[in-house]
C-alpha cells in the first residue's frame, strides 16, 4: 500500500479523486446529525418486532434511493433483518457494511430521552450505538456514488434487528455474508472521546447454574432438608476463583434467585453467569472447568447449561491491515487514529471469528450506550464520514 502512495502529500490520496475531504465532510454535517435524528426517532427496541420493522422499512427506502437493492431477511420474534446490495462494475467480493438498527431502550423512551443538539452533542436512545454508524454508512455509499459515476466494486450493507439479544436470529446471515466479503467494517461506536477503533474484543458466554435441593420446613424438619441456596453460595466462590484478570478471562454471576419462603428450606437455586474471553482457546478450558463442577453437599443436584455466543475477536494479521490502512488515512486527515481491545463483544466477533479481516468501532464518537447520557459528538461526524469512505476505497484498491 505505502508503494502505491503517492508521495506529494496529497489529501485527496487514498479516496475519491474528486473529492477534498476536508471542506467536503465539514459539509455534510447538518446533513448527517438530520439524518441520524430521523433514525433515533423512530424507535427499534429489539424486542418490539412491529417497531423495528417500522426502522427497518425507512432505511430499506433510504439504501434504495442510493442504488441499493434492498432485501429482509424474515424473522417471527425480531424485527425483519435488512440487507442491501450496491453492486459494481467488477463482481468481486463485497466490502461488508455491518451493524445493527436494535436498541436497548424501550419504546417511549424518547420521551424523557428527547433526540437534541445541546453542548456540541446530539444526544438520544441509540444515538451512539449505533444509530449514528448507520447514517455514517448512508453517506459513505453516497459519496463514493458521487465520485465514481458507478461504483467500481461491490458494497453489501447488513443490518440486523437482534445484536443488543444476542443476534440468534441472524448470526447465519452474518456469518454466510461475512464468508463472502473482502472485509467486514463493523459500524458500532468506536471506543472513548478520542474515537478509538476497535481491533480485539472478547468473546462471550452465558450459563446457568442450576441446584436442585430438598425442601423442609426450617423449623419442624430442619435436618431432613438439603438448602439449594447454601450449595449455591458455595458455588459461586468456587466459580469466582476461575477468574484470570491476566488472561482477560472473567465470569460474573449476575443474576441468582432461589427459594419460595422464608421458613422454607430451599429446593432450587439458579444463577446466570456472564463469560467473557480474551482467547478462543479458553472457550473450551472455561466450559469443561464448568460442566465439572460438583455438589458440596450430595443431597444436592447440579446441573450446568448454555456456551459461548460470540467468539473472541483477536487481533489477527487481518485485523491488523485493516488497522494500518485507517491509520493511514486518519494521518493524511490530520489526526491519530488510537486502537482499543474491549470487554464488550458485536457481531463483529462473528466475522473475526471465521478469519475474514474486520475492523470493528468505526462508527460514531461519543459515551453512554445503553445509559441516560447516550450522546455522540457532533464535531466528530466529518472525519469518521472521511474515514469509512476512504477505507472503502482503500479495501477496494489494494485487496481486490
Ligand atoms: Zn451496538
Not at 4 to 25: C, E, L, M, N
Request: aromatic share 4%.
Amino acid at each position: 500500500m505505502k508503494s502505491k502512495r503517492k508521495k506529494s502529500g496529497s489529501i485527496k490520496a487514498g479516496w475519491p479523486k474528486t473529492v477534498d475531504p476536508s471542506s467536503y465532510f465539514d459539509e455534510r454535517k447538518d446533513d448527517l446529525v438530520e439524518c441520524i435524528r430521523q433514525l433515533v426517532e423512530i424507535e427499534s427496541p429489539s424486542d418490539n418486532k412491529q417497531a423495528a420493522d417500522r426502522l427497518g422499512a425507512f432505511l430499506a427506502e433510504k439504501f434504495e434511493a442510493l442504488g441499493g437493492k434492498p432485501r429482509f431477511h424474515k424473522s417471527a420474534s425480531v424485527g425483519d433483518h435488512l440487507q442491501v446490495d450496491f453492486a459494481g462494475r467488477r463482481g468481486d467480493n463485497p466490502v461488508l457494511l455491518l451493524g445493527h438498527f436494535d436498541t436497548v431502550y424501550p419504546l417511549g423512551t424518547l420521551a424523557n430521552m428527547p433526540c437534541q443538539v445541546s453542548e456540541g452533542r446530539l444526544w438520544g436512545p441509540g444515538v451512539l450505538d449505533m444509530k449514528s454508524g448507520i447514517a455514517l454508512m448512508l453517506t459513505a455509499i453516497d459519496v463514493l456514488r458521487a465520485s465514481h459515476s458507478d461504483l467500481p466494486h461491490s458494497i453489501t450493507v447488513l443490518l440486523v434487528s437482534d445484536e443488543e439479544v444476542g443476534s440468534d436470529s441472524s448470526r447465519h446471515i452474518t456469518e454466510s455474508l461475512a464468508k463472502q466479503s473482502a472485509a467486514v467494517l463493523v459500524l458500532e461506536p468506536s471506543y472513548g472521546l478520542h474515537g478509538a477503533v476497535k481491533t480485539a474484543r472478547k468473546g462471550v458466554g452465558e450459563y446457568i447454574v442450576k441446584v436442585t435441593g430438598k425442601a423442609a420446613h426450617s423449623g419442624l424438619d430442619f435436618e431432613k432438608g438439603a438448602s439449594a441456596i447454601v450449595e449455591m453460595a458455595k458455588q459461586i466462590t468456587n466459580i469466582s476463583q476461575m477468574i484470570d484478570m491476566k488472561r482477560g478471562l472473567t465470569l460474573n454471576v449476575g443474576l441468582v434467585q432461589g427459594g419460595t419462603r422464608v421458613n422454607v428450606i430451599p429446593a432450587e437455586a439458579t444463577a446466570v453467569l456472564d463469560v467473557r474471553i480474551a482467547k478462543m482457546k479458553d472457550a473450551t478450558a472455561i466450559d469443561r472447568k464448568l460442566r465439572a463442577l460438583k455438589p458440596f453437599n450430595r443431597k444436592c443436584r447440579l446441573e450446568i447449561d448454555g456456551g459461548m455466543n460470540r467468539p473472541p475477536m483477536e487481533r489477527t494479521a487481518g485485523v491488523a491491515t485493516l488497522f494500518e490502512k485507517a491509520s493511514e488515512i486518519a494521518k493524511r486527515l490530520g489526526w491519530k487514529l488510537e486502537e482499543a481491545a474491549v470487554g464488550g463483544g458485536s457481531d463483529g466477533n462473528l466475522t473475526a471469528g471465521l478469519g475474514i479481516p474486520t475492523l470493528d468501532g468505526l462508527g460514531g464518537v461519543g459515551e453512554g450506550a445503553h445509559a441516560t447520557h447516550e450522546s455522540i459528538l457532533v464535531s466528530e461526524l466529518p472525519r469518521r464520514a472521511a474515514l469509512v469512505t476512504g477505507l472503502i476505497e482503500e479495501i477496494w484498491r489494494t485487496s481486490l
